[in-house]
């Protein structure tokens, strides 16, 4: 690992065996992009990779004889306005009304390690050898600004990582309009972009399209990362696959809106830009004043979209994850919600914990309807002390029976919102997120409370921080209900507003950052309907996120097939949820239910005191299993993905051990087949040298796996594990899977 400046030629080279980035100084003291790709040996100079040349009609940057045209060289951080037509990474309102700007390179330092962007959340080092960083720094001397390109490239890892600060010294105060966290640019358009798109409900799924010339994006404008575009895209190779071929990956390390988007020219020039959605933000700086930009990590694969998948699951599971859960498998958890929603009181509680604890379970969470007046969506919101009608001897009598019967107790906040029929709103009705005079929209029968100022932060705080204190809590599941509409805060004037979206978000890490800094033994999970804010930002505080609300096993296929582009396992809320599923009514297995929840954090959603016996022995065996398997699913094993559920009736993936000694898999159909044609999986990450025992796991109550195939790896891999169609049909009609451990022998 190293990064290399070459004083001669002015030119930076990061590279670490796997990957390579090479910027230079160009003329005009701007900063230009040589190569983003495989790792290349260095060498003196790669200027044979500056294209440049005099075209008809172009703006040229400097005086003749150059030929240096900012419309048609690839650039690291570009602006509007001197040449270059195409969309800016960087727009900044000046008082005399312009909106031009000029950075050009100052000094630059290379150092050991990675810094904080604290307080928002990034990557991280715990030692200075697993990085390097380079902070190239860039002057605006009209303005009187600094501007500074941050790269750190990890050692271990094809990935580089992004962010942008700005510093103000002038005695004029400017305004970022547009301050995004990279730009990256090649120079062709023979790409694919690949990202993950949905709504509620059916959150990531996966989207493909070919470049072409104009503008593709992907944004959202929720004030969260949204469901319906996940802060992700990559740009893979057209003949990339799974396991072959280039992939560049960038996520953005960020909660709020967001922009990513492509543009290619017509010159087939292709830049990709990622950073905070410039609709809704205004930030002013006077003298003194800075801006931080979130952090973009890129991942280079030339092994495909697995490769890239695996690189950030690696990464977000060591050096963005932190806390005391970084390294440790989930507890399997039951919810009450499709088992109670709001009917419940303490007796009930206790007799679905007690069969829960029966079943082997490890964690009960009460969720939504503890507190204030509660019984319904349309109250109670902002209310956080307990409903001692309910719970007569408050959350710190339950949490303390619930722990007597040898579970661990989780609890249900949704902190960011109020209902208007509340104690708090009737306190505080300027406190929440809406324009004076105008409608506020309701969501849920909710609204949004104003967290970009500290008093409305700091007053949940309080409420929620006595709960934690007084009584024994293990986990906390930290829902966000609605997006936000008119955005305006009461508490800022007209000029701040534009801040008030980032300063929102801000507000959210706060809080996250002080009751994780209290109470750093709790397991937090962060959720948003589902997965509406499963983002990398919201993982840096919460080491797991409650994927979708649909807990259907078919539908959360493709959910979980998609978010495991960029998520780890471990952090994924899975669980097996009753029949018929709430969400779509559809009846599955119960085996196939627990089949696609193993691959995640692993529990249930319903009321096991409804089952049949059958069934709870099922429900007592998954749990042993899952309790078996889960260090291999959640910490140590690599994912891949080995069949596509959006592009055919099936799907299939399977996790496989650091070691390559032991791996477990699933192959799952939608619909039964007639007479179905021949079936081999082929499987990957196996060491073809090594020979593997095969075992099939029936998933019926006292029915033990059975041994079904030894052979070597290389066999596995190519030729593949014959699918026994029948036995599909046989254990269960539609939606019905199969589940193979394997290890080696």
């Given at each position: 690992m190293?990064?290399?400046?070459h004083?001669?030629t002015?030119?930076?080279?990061?590279t670490?065996?796997?990957?390579?980035?090479?910027?230079?100084?160009?003329e005009?003291?701007?900063?230009?992009?040589?190569?983003?790709?495989?790792?290349?040996?260095?060498?003196?100079?790669?200027q044979?990779?500056?294209?440049?040349?005099?075209r008809?009609?172009?703006a040229?940057?400097?005086?003749?004889?150059?030929?240096?045209?900012?419309?048609?060289?690839?650039?690291e951080y570009?602006?509007?306005?001197?040449?270059?037509?195409?969309?800016?990474?960087?727009?900044?309102?000046?008082?005399?009304?312009?909106?031009?700007c000029?950075?050009?390179?100052?000094?630059?330092?290379?150092?050991?390690?990675k810094?904080?962007?604290?307080p928002?959340?990034?990557?991280?080092?715990?030692?200075?050898?697993?990085?390097e960083?380079?902070e190239?720094?860039?002057?605006?001397?009209v303005?009187?600004t600094?501007l500074?390109?941050?790269?750190?490239?990890?050692?271990?890892?094809p990935?580089?990582?992004?962010?942008v600060?700005?510093?103000?010294?002038?005695?004029?105060?400017i305004?970022?309009d547009?301050?995004?966290?990279?730009s990256?640019?090649?120079?062709?358009?023979?790409?694919?972009?690949?990202?993950?798109?949905g709504a509620?409900s059916?959150?990531r799924?996966?989207?493909?399209?070919?470049?072409?010339?104009?503008?593709q994006?992907?944004?959202s404008?929720?004030?969260?990362?949204?469901?319906e575009?996940?802060?992700?895209?990559?740009?893979?190779?057209?003949?990339?696959?799974?396991?072959?071929?280039?992939?560049y990956?960038?996520?953005?390390?960020y909660?709020?809106n967001?922009?990513?988007q492509?543009?290619?020219?017509?010159?087939?020039?292709?830049?990709m830009?990622?950073?905070?959605?410039?609709?809704?933000?205004?930030?002013?700086?006077?003298a003194g004043?800075?801006?931080?930009?979130?952090?973009?990590?890129?991942?280079?694969?030339?092994?495909?979209?697995?490769?890239?998948?695996?690189?950030?699951?690696?990464?977000?599971?060591?050096r963005?994850?932190?806390?005391e859960?970084?390294d440790?498998?989930?507890?399997?958890?039951?919810?009450?919600?499709?088992?109670?929603?709001?009917?419940f009181?303490?007796e009930?509680i206790?007799?679905?914990?007690?069969?829960?604890?029966?079943?082997?379970?490890?964690?009960?969470?009460?969720?939504?309807?503890?507190?204030?007046?509660r019984n319904?969506?349309?109250?109670?919101?902002?209310?956080w002390?307990?409903?001692?009608?309910?719970?007569?001897?408050?959350?710190?009598?339950?949490?303390?029976?619930?722990?007597?019967?040898?579970?661990?107790?989780?609890?249900?906040?949704?902190?960011?919102?109020?209902?208007?029929?509340?104690?708090?709103?009737?306190?505080?009705?300027?406190?929440?997120?809406?324009?004076?005079?105008?409608?506020?929209?309701?969501?849920?029968?909710?609204h949004?409370?104003?967290?970009s100022?500290?008093?409305?932060?700091?007053?949940?705080?309080?409420?929620?921080a006595?709960?934690?204190?007084?009584s024994?809590?293990?986990?906390?599941?930290?829902?966000?209900?609605?997006?936000?509409?008119?955005?305006?805060?009461?508490g800022a004037?007209?000029s701040?507003?534009?801040k008030m979206?980032?300063?929102?978000?801000?507000?959210?890490?706060?809080l996250?950052?002080?009751?994780?800094?209290?109470?750093?033994?709790?397991?937090?999970e962060?959720?948003?309907?589902?997965?509406?804010?499963?983002d990398?930002?919201?993982?840096?505080f919460a080491?797991?996120t409650?994927?979708?609300?649909?807990?259907?096993?078919?539908?959360r296929?493709?959910?979980?097939?998609?978010?495991?582009?960029?998520?780890?396992?471990?952090?994924?809320?899975?669980h097996?949820?009753?029949?018929?599923?709430?969400?779509?009514?559809?009846k599955?297995?119960?085996?196939?239910r627990?089949?696609?929840a193993?691959?995640?954090t692993?529990?249930?959603?319903?009321?096991?005191?409804?089952?049949s016996?059958e069934?709870?022995s099922?429900?007592?065996?998954?749990?042993?299993?899952?309790?078996?398997?889960?260090?291999?699913?959640?910490?140590?094993?690599?994912?891949?993905?080995?069949?596509?559920?959006?592009?055919g009736?099936d799907?299939?993936?399977?996790?496989?051990?650091?070691?390559?000694?032991?791996?477990?898999?699933?192959?799952?159909q939608?619909?039964?087949?007639?007479?179905?044609?021949?079936?081999?999986l082929?499987?990957?990450?196996?060491?073809?040298?090594k020979q593997?025992?095969?075992?099939?796991?029936?998933?019926?109550?006292?029915?033990?796996?059975?041994?079904?195939?030894?052979?070597?790896?290389?066999?596995?891999?190519?030729?593949?594990?014959?699918i026994?169609?029948?036995?599909?049909?046989?254990?269960?009609?539609?939606?019905?899977?199969?589940?193979?451990?394997?290890?080696?022998i």
């Open positions: 190293s990064i290399i400046f004083e001669n002015k030119e930076f080279h990061l670490n065996g796997q990957v390579s980035y090479i910027m230079e100084i160009m005009n003291g701007q900063i230009g992009q040589l190569y983003y790709g495989k790792a290349l040996r260095d060498r003196d100079s790669f044979h990779l500056h294209e440049e040349k005099m008809s009609l172009m040229v940057a400097l005086p003749e004889p150059s030929s240096l045209s900012m419309e048609f060289i690839r650039q570009p602006s509007y306005g001197t040449g270059d037509y195409r969309m800016p990474a960087v727009t900044i309102q000046q008082k005399n009304g312009s909106r031009i000029n950075f050009m390179y100052q000094s630059h330092e290379i150092f050991a390690g810094k904080s962007l604290a928002l959340p990034s990557t991280y080092v715990e030692t200075e050898e697993e990085a960083t380079l190239i720094l860039l002057h605006d001397e303005i009187d600094d500074v390109l941050s790269y750190t490239i990890y050692r271990d890892y990935v580089i990582t992004r962010n600060r700005f510093f103000h010294k002038g005695k004029e105060a305004v970022l547009r301050a995004l966290s990279a990256v640019e090649f120079n062709d358009m023979e790409f694919e972009m690949v990202h993950l798109a509620w059916r959150e799924y996966v989207k493909r399209r070919t470049l072409g010339m104009g503008i994006a992907i944004q404008l929720h004030g969260a990362s949204s469901s575009h996940n802060p992700f895209l990559a740009l893979k190779r057209p003949d990339a696959t799974e396991q072959q071929g280039e992939v990956g960038f996520s953005l390390v909660s709020g967001f922009l990513a492509v543009e290619v020219n017509t010159h087939q020039m292709t830049r830009t990622m950073g905070i959605h410039p609709e809704m933000f205004s930030w002013e700086l006077h004043e800075s801006f931080q930009t979130p952090e973009v990590v890129m991942v280079y694969s030339d092994q495909g979209l697995n490769k890239m998948s695996q690189t950030y699951h690696r990464l977000y599971r060591k963005l994850v932190r806390g859960w970084r440790k498998v989930r507890p399997i958890l039951l919810n009450n919600w499709e088992a109670t929603y709001f009917d009181d303490e009930k206790l007799k679905i914990a007690q069969k829960a604890k029966d079943a082997g379970a490890e964690l009960f969470v009460l969720d939504d309807g503890w507190f204030g007046a319904d969506d349309y109250r109670g919101l902002g209310d002390y307990v409903n001692l009608e309910k719970l007569p001897n408050g959350i710190k009598g339950l949490s303390e029976k619930v722990e007597a019967l040898g579970l661990k107790f989780g609890l249900w906040v949704e902190l960011e919102m109020v209902n208007k029929d509340s104690d708090l709103y009737r306190a505080h009705p300027d406190w929440v997120i809406g324009v004076p005079g105008r409608f506020e929209s309701h969501s849920r029968h909710q949004v409370l104003d967290f100022r500290k008093e409305v932060v700091d007053a949940i705080h309080e409420m929620i006595k709960i934690l204190r007084e024994k809590i293990s986990y906390i599941k930290w829902d966000m209900n609605r997006y936000i509409t008119e955005p305006f805060s009461k004037n007209a701040d507003q534009g979206m980032h300063k929102y978000i801000l507000g959210v890490y706060d996250y950052t002080r009751l994780t800094t209290e109470f750093p033994q709790i397991l937090f962060s959720c948003s309907s589902g997965g509406a804010r499963f990398p930002g919201m993982l840096a080491p797991q409650w994927t979708s609300d649909d807990t259907d096993a078919g539908e296929m493709k959910i979980q097939y998609g978010t495991s582009y960029v998520y780890p396992l471990v952090s994924m809320g899975s097996v949820s009753a029949v018929p599923n709430h969400q779509v009514y559809r599955t297995p119960i085996s196939t627990a089949n696609v193993y691959f995640g692993f529990g249930y959603e319903l009321d096991l005191n409804l089952l016996d069934e709870f099922q429900v007592k065996e998954q749990i042993c299993f899952m309790k078996k398997y889960r260090e291999l699913i959640q910490i140590d094993g690599d994912f891949y993905r080995l069949v596509n559920p959006f592009e009736n799907t299939a993936w399977m996790v496989v051990s650091q070691d390559k000694k032991q791996a477990v898999a699933a192959f799952y939608r619909l039964n087949k007639v007479n179905a044609s021949w079936l081999r082929k499987l990957q990450g196996l060491d073809p040298d593997y025992e095969v075992t099939y796991h029936s998933g019926r109550a006292h029915t033990e796996p059975e041994v079904v195939l030894q052979a070597y790896g290389d066999e596995l891999i190519h030729a593949g594990m014959v026994d169609r029948e036995e599909l049909n046989r254990n269960g009609g539609d939606f019905s899977s199969v589940l193979y451990t394997l290890r080696e």
